[in-house]
């Protein structure tokens, strides 16, 4: 999948990260940089236990937002906030 009204060339690579190290890379810094924003978030939203689980659709997480309906910085897309309840 291309990004759309880029001008530069682009070439999608399927499973990237064991092909290029670039691309593994650039995974990594962008897992530690989420963990790391999570980690910040579990502040501002203490109740949905951010620092533990990082925002993955975990046990804990679900329950979280059935008790407490999503937060700010829940995407609408993620699939435990498309409960009946919101």
Known sequence: MCLPGASLP???LIGG???SVSIAAASVLAKV???RLMEQYH???PQYG???HKGYGTAEHLAALTEHGPCAIHRRTFRGCSVKKF
């Open 43 to 45: 502040h501002q939203y």
């Open 17 to 19: 990260d064991a092909l």
């Open 50 to 52: 951010f620092a533990k």
């Open 10 to 12: 682009q070439e999608t």
């Open 33 to 35: 940089t989420r963990d």
